[in-house]
């Protein structure tokens, strides 16, 4: 059974920093692309960045380039989701899923986490 489990969100002031992490279990993720994504209240599944296992491509969304990294770690099977100078437009919840191939299309991925909240307060 694939499971993916988010970590480390909480609440944060504007400026801040949060490291989120997604431990990935239950399946083989050698090739498969992570994403992150996040959902405010009333707003559509955003993308926010992903990165393949195998060679560690990576992309991000426009709003978070050079605030946000994504990197894994392969022998701990755990993705992270650095964030930096986080804004109060931040605050959500943040999904860690799994696909095929990367992309910034949430219905590319077929697992997702449970989510983990960021709150970032002005």
């Known amino acids: 059974q694939v499971q993916l489990v988010e970590s480390g969100g909480g609440l944060v002031q504007a400026g801040g920093s949060l490291r989120l992490s997604c431990a990935a279990s239950?399946?083989?993720?050698?090739?498969?692309?992570m994403g992150w994504f996040r959902q405010a209240p009333g707003k559509e599944r955003e993308f926010v960045a992903a990165?393949?296992?195998?060679?560690?491509?990576?992309s991000h969304a426009d709003s978070v380039k050079g605030r946000f990294t994504i990197s894994r770690d392969n022998a701990k099977n755990t993705v992270y989701l650095r964030m930096n100078s986080l804004k109060p437009e931040d605050t959500a919840v943040y999904y860690c899923?799994?696909?095929?191939?990367?992309?910034?299309?949430?219905?590319?991925?077929?697992?997702w986490g449970q989510g983990t909240q960021v709150t970032v307060s002005s």
């Open positions: 899923a799994a696909g095929e191939k990367l992309s910034s299309w949430y219905g590319g991925y077929d697992y």
């Open positions: 239950g399946r083989t993720f050698r090739n498969y692309a």
């Open positions: 990165i393949t296992w195998s060679v560690g491509v990576t």
